[in-house]
């Protein structure tokens, strides 16, 4: 399987920097991906890994180690226009993709 | 403009009675796929499609039928729709090619089996 563990909930400040983890356990992947949510509406693409390190862009960064099973987001300068739900999600060769339950962030003035 | 196409946006319907929910996308990609959203639970992969005429069982399709006959549709059926069913469903596609693609999701469906 691929259990994709991620925290419910977080909370930040405005102009801060958070970083939201994703752990899974999985036989095999092809990419990690992170998608946002606001609430009501589709989540929309934020970033992807496919080889371990760190990809940014502007705001957003991802990390992955696929020896440790790990990845995070990382958002920095946070606004109020980031308080949603992150999802992580694994996309196999075969076509399935699973996400993680999400993380709710909400960012305070 | 590029899109991923739901209809209905909300539907209430009765336990048993037959219905389809379509998806269309413009952007010409080979692989499309349903998912069901919960409260607390995350997108959970209905049934999904990586060309035309292929389509493969995701982690939870019992109650579910797809159907992709052309490129373009994924509709998605429910034969005898239960209270369990009542959820919200979002469509989304990708490119299949070039390593990995993101997927572009629909504006979702919400749907109520009463």
């Known amino acids: 399987g691929q259990n994709i563990d991620q925290p419910t909930e977080m909370t930040a400040t405005e102009g801060a920097i958070v970083q939201i983890n994703c752990t899974y356990q999985?036989?095999?992947?092809?990419?990690l991906f992170w998608y946002q949510q606001h609430a009501g509406e589709a989540p929309t693409f934020l970033s992807y890994?496919?080889?371990?390190g760190l990809e940014e862009k502007g705001r957003f960064s991802s990390f992955l180690s696929r020896s440790k099973g790990y990845s995070y987001l990382l958002l920095k300068e946070l606004q109020m226009k980031d308080s949603a739900s992150y999802l992580c999600?694994?996309?196999?060769?075969?076509?399935?993709?699973?996400f993680g339950d999400g993380t709710t962030l909400t960012v305070k003035p | 403009e590029a899109q991923v196409t739901q209809n209905p946006r909300y539907l209430i319907t009765v336990t048993g009675k037959k219905l389809t929910v379509t998806c269309s996308q413009n952007?010409?990609?080979?692989?499309m796929s349903w998912y069901r959203q919960d409260p607390g639970l995350g997108l959970r992969q209905i049934y999904y499609?990586?060309?035309?005429?292929?389509?493969d069982k995701g982690d939870v399709p019992e109650g579910y039928k797809v159907s992709r006959k052309e490129k373009r549709n994924f509709p998605l059926i429910l034969e005898s729709p239960s209270p369990n069913q009542t959820s919200l469903y979002f469509c989304?596609?990708?490119?299949?090619?070039?390593?990995?693609?993101?997927?572009?999701f629909g504006d979702g469906t919400r749907l109520s089996i009463l």
């Open positions: 499609s990586m060309n035309v005429e292929v389509t």
């Open positions: 952007m010409n990609h080979e692989y």
């Open positions: 989304a596609s990708r490119f299949v090619g070039g390593g990995n693609q993101p997927q572009h």
């Open positions: 890994n496919v080889l371990d």
């Open positions: 999985t036989s095999g992947f092809n990419g």
């Open positions: 999600a694994l996309n196999t060769n075969a076509g399935k993709s699973t």
